[in-house]
């Protein structure tokens, strides 16, 4: 998801018998559904783990905006522009809302962003793969804000307080992305046979990539069964998966387009789509940094972080300036 | 007064050619802020640029549709936007320029903020009802474009000596592309003498007053020359910047032509 | 590592007369930046109508070990709410 393969510190879900009366009480307030607040006790674990999820997801919000961003200024009609222009503002805006989120566990958002540009902090894979035609945006919203959507709103639940809020008010606005980029790909799978061809292209390049998204199976993972004790997870990957194939499959088949796997067949006894798993290897390889557009990414936020210095710098010198001349004034007065 | 009226004092070409100098503005403009989006300094900035990129869009939709409407040709707001070459974009030049850093690009901001606040002030009052009205709702986001890129760049002129050295490099920069926004020609004065708008002259002092106050709180000097640059709003002699952003924006349009997006 | 605007936490009171409510937080160099970039970053939805700033590390705040003293006692006043008192129908709508 937003989140890949966040390890939470440990060695996995403690038992009642190996809590502290702290931890116990702690596990106590989740059970039960009690919000945990920033001044709340907390395990040390539950803080790191969180600060690493928060954080992976508020960058892959800004790194988010790169491959769309890639296209506002080739938007085909001024409102198709003004659509995408605002939907990528609103992914700056989820960053902001998240970065706050994590910033009350005691990391500053400057801390994070270094992480994230020496590389130390990663951020989803889907947003290493390129967008290369227009209907790429369409399927950005259809496919990848989907897939996120699937993780999204169950952790509207989550058990840290201001990620939850945060989750909340990322959920409601981003009610539109998605409708926005099916009725994208939508128009070009009943628009000309070039248009079908992109369309169908998008979806065959960013199938296997959205899958990945929601991260290998995880049901036997220590991590993920300690961050679904502590609610930081609330549903295993596989689940989110399927739920997402078997939604987008009927979709796909709305829009006359086909999805790229042999073996996409419905299961009457599971209720739900059999389908192949991505490839696993690339999905590491494009962690590891060898996606087709790590570089560009990291290098495009790089750029704008450190031509911004001076901005911030700038701002920040005026208004101590603005500061210390009203002080000045106010002890003149006295 | 109905467009059969206005045609004594401003021919139907004349009230076209008003509307998309009106229109090309925000469209470049609108489009050169777009171009930050996912690379300003920090985030709320980001945020905020495309808040006026989206202003400056919408704006464009209503002047270019109402261009389209009194052509009457049967076109649309988009097609004005993506199917005229350079010669027929209005724009005056300094929209046009690419971005630059961070402090040219809130600079042109100001310049253009300051000339439009004071041209939409005026235009409330345009004869034409539908001009009027779309300047009552543009001059309440252009006060803001304005109230955002005055503090930006008083910020910046006063702030360390980094900032101060680059506003004021921008300043010389974009200086001699002022003078164009308040060049009168016949397009000009037949709009006055319809009440469609007014004399792009009678606009400066407004323009002066805000940039020469918002300049001496940047401690920027503003530069001696009054040279300006001139051949946009009429078409005669864009940039070479324009066609290159063309070729990015009109891609789509021009290489599937009568697809529908 | 230059340094870090100071992080505001932000008020909007929205369309109805509500009372101010917190939205969430944001960085900028002074008050008059942080109302302006609470503007652009927490009413692209048309949500407010006035915005309140205030720096972050200006608000004080209860202690969550005091939430027992605090806040319990008040829950055993089930006088203060209207649905403690059975008023008869008879006596009309009160």
Request: glycine fraction near 8%; charged fraction near 25%; proline fraction near 4%.
């Amino acid at each position: 998801m937003y989140a890949q393969m966040v390890k939470s510190t440990g060695s996995g879900a403690k038992s009642r018998e190996e809590m502290t009366p702290d931890e116990a009480a702690f596990q106590d307030k989740i059970d039960a559904d009690i919000k945990i607040e920033p001044r709340d006790w907390m395990p040390e674990g539950y803080r790191k783990t969180l600060i690493r999820q928060i954080g992976q997801h508020a960058h892959s919000e800004i790194v988010g905006q790169l491959p769309e961003g890639n296209w506002i200024t080739r938007a085909p009609t001024l409102e198709r522009k003004a659509i995408l222009l605002a939907k990528v503002q609103d992914e700056a805006g989820h960053g902001l809302y998240l970065y706050s989120a994590a910033e009350t566990l005691g990391i500053t958002r400057d801390e994070m962003t270094e992480q994230l540009l020496d590389g130390r902090a990663k951020y989803s894979s889907i947003f290493n793969y390129p967008t290369l035609n227009w209907a790429d945006i369409g399927a950005v919203g259809w496919l990848v804000d989907g897939a996120a959507i699937m993780n999204q709103v169950p952790l509207q639940r989550t058990s840290y307080g201001p990620y939850s809020r945060a989750m909340i008010r990322i959920c409601k606005e981003e009610s539109f992305h998605q409708r926005q980029g099916y009725d994208i790909v939508m128009k070009m799978a009943q628009g000309s046979p070039e248009q079908r061809k992109m369309a169908q292209d998008a979806l065959n390049r960013l199938w296997y990539p959205s899958l990945m998204m929601f991260g290998p199976s995880d049901k036997d993972s220590v991590h993920s069964a300690q961050s679904m004790a502590w609610k930081i997870k609330i549903n295993t990957n596989d689940e989110l998966r399927q739920k997402f194939v078997d939604q987008t499959v009927p979709q796909a088949e709305f829009l006359g387009l086909t999805i790229p796997d042999e073996n996409l067949k419905w299961n009457e006894e599971k209720g739900g789509y059999d389908f192949s798993e991505p490839d696993w290897g690339e999905f590491f390889d494009v962690l590891k940094g060898n996606g087709p557009c790590n570089q560009d990414r990291m290098a495009t936020r790089n750029k704008a972080w450190d031509d911004g210095a001076w901005v911030r710098e700038g701002l920040m010198a005026h208004a101590e300036k603005k500061r210390a001349a009203k002080l000045a004034a106010q002890q003149a007065a006295e | 007064m109905g467009a059969a009226e206005k045609l004594a004092e401003m021919t139907q070409e004349q009230l076209v050619q008003y509307l998309l100098r009106l229109g090309d503005n925000t469209l470049v403009l609108g489009h050169r802020v777009s171009e930050w989006c996912g690379k300003s300094p920090v985030l709320e900035e980001d945020i905020a640029l495309a808040n006026t990129a989206l202003d400056l869009l919408g704006q464009t939709q209503l002047w270019l549709g109402r261009a389209a409407d009194v052509q009457g040709e049967g076109k649309s707001a988009d097609d004005l936007a993506f199917l005229r070459d350079v010669w027929d974009f209005r724009n005056v030049l300094l929209v046009e320029l690419p971005n630059g850093d961070f402090g040219q690009t809130l600079m042109r901001q100001l310049l253009f903020d300051a000339y439009h606040a004071v041209l939409l002030a005026e235009l409330v009052n345009s004869t034409d009802a539908t001009i009027s009205a779309i300047a009552e709702k543009a001059s309440k986001e252009v006060a803001y474009h304005l109230e955002r890129s005055r503090d930006t760049v008083i910020g910046l002129g006063d702030g360390t000596e980094e900032s101060h050295n680059r506003m004021q490099a921008a300043l010389d920069l974009l200086w001699p592309y002022v003078g164009e926004m308040f060049h009168s020609d016949a397009v000009d004065a037949a709009a006055v003498a319809a009440g469609i708008g007014p004399d792009p002259a009678s606009l400066r002092p407004g323009f002066d007053a805000i940039v020469t106050a918002a300049l001496a709180e940047a401690t920027l000097v503003k530069p001696d020359s009054d040279f300006a640059h001139k051949g946009g709003r009429t078409g005669a002699m864009h940039t070479e910047h324009l066609g290159h952003m063309l070729c990015q924006m009109q891609w789509l349009q021009r290489a599937y032509p009568g697809n529908k997006w | 590592m230059s340094q870090e605007w100071p992080l505001w936490e932000i008020f909007i009171r929205g369309q109805h007369g509500l009372s101010h409510r917190h939205v969430g937080s944001l960085h900028a160099p002074d008050a008059e930046m942080a109302i302006k970039n609470a503007r652009d970053v927490y009413t692209r939805r048309n949500e407010g109508v006035s915005i309140w700033v205030v720096e972050a590390k200006h608000i004080s705040a209860t202690a969550p070990g005091e939430k027992g003293p605090l806040f319990e006692p008040s829950e055993s006043k089930v006088y203060r709410h209207p649905s403690f008192f059975d008023i008869p129908e008879e006596a009309g709508h009160m």
